[in-house]
T-cell receptor, first 112, second 112 residues
Framework: NAGVTQTPKFQVLKTGQSMTLQCAQDMNHNSMYWYRQDPGMGLRLIYYSASEGTTDKGEVPNGYNVSRLNKREFSLRLESAAPSQTSVYFC???????????FGAGTRLSVL | GQQLNQSPQSMFIQEGEDVSMNCTSSSIFNTWLWYKQDPGEGPVLLIALYKAGELTSNGRLTAQFGITRKDSFLNISASIPSDVGIYFCAGQLKGSNYKLTFGKGTLLTVNP
């Protein structure tokens, strides 16, 4: 019962470095999402993919890119990391019905 | 973007007490969801609500979809130490098929 799997769990970057956060789901869900969580801010949507082959911007897309590699996988890329991108990143997936989203355990990213 | 006003921001209660928290908005929602997040983990769905006026229970938890479709509340009865965590409301706006809007969360602390 893996559900939504995110890798890595922790990462420390220097300003300007790039990295890709990986997300995979094994529930055959159509839709996938990337959020960031900052203290006192709740969950903010970065990008989402309503279905395989489509991606759309969310509330805070600047500084990020995404790839829906296939139905299972949705990656988030930081091309040039900035300290403002220090956050906890969550991937979620949804079957599309009723829009219930299931979350991974998160990636804790620090940018120095 | 659209906002959900979740209150209170935090609560400190004694074991055995009942808890109530709510989310309000100026916009109409088609779906209300309540999630709980334990430290170091991703949010986990507690209750889903789909109709105005709907009242749904999950063990000691009860949630209601407001009649105006602009609010929802969550009650926890007879709290126990493992209820500690952050509780989030999330709503699917009318006309928004794939995205959820999240409240900023209520941090619950239960003193044994």
């Amino acid at each position: 019962n893996a559900g939504v799997t995110q890798t890595p769990k922790f990462q420390v970057l220097k300003t300007g470095q790039s990295m890709t956060l990986q997300c995979a789901q094994d529930m055959n869900h159509n839709s996938m999402y990337w959020y960031r969580q900052d203290p006192g801010m709740g969950l903010r949507l970065i990008y989402y993919s309503a279905s395989e082959g489509t991606t759309d911007k969310g509330e805070v897309p600047n500084g990020y890119n995404v790839s829906r590699l296939n139905k299972r996988e949705f990656s988030l890329r930081l091309e040039s990391a900035a300290p403002s991108q220090t956050s906890v990143y969550f991937c979620a997936s949804s079957p599309g019905v009723k829009n219930i989203q299931y979350f991974g355990a998160g990636t804790r990213l620090s940018v120095l | 973007g659209q906002q959900l006003n979740q209150s209170p921001q935090s609560m400190f209660i004694q074991e055995g007490e009942d808890v109530s928290m709510n989310c309000t908005s100026s916009s109409i929602f088609n779906t209300w969801l309540w999630y709980k997040q334990d430290p170091g983990e991703g949010p986990v769905l507690l209750i889903a609500l789909y109709k105005a006026g709907e009242l749904t229970s999950n063990g000691r938890l009860t949630a209601q979809f407001g009649i105006t479709r602009k609010d929802s509340f969550l009650n926890i009865s007879a709290s126990i130490p493992s209820d500690v965590g952050i509780y989030f409301c999330a709503g699917q706006l009318k006309g928004s098929n794939y995205k959820l809007t999240f409240g900023k969360g209520t941090l619950l602390t239960v003193n044994p």
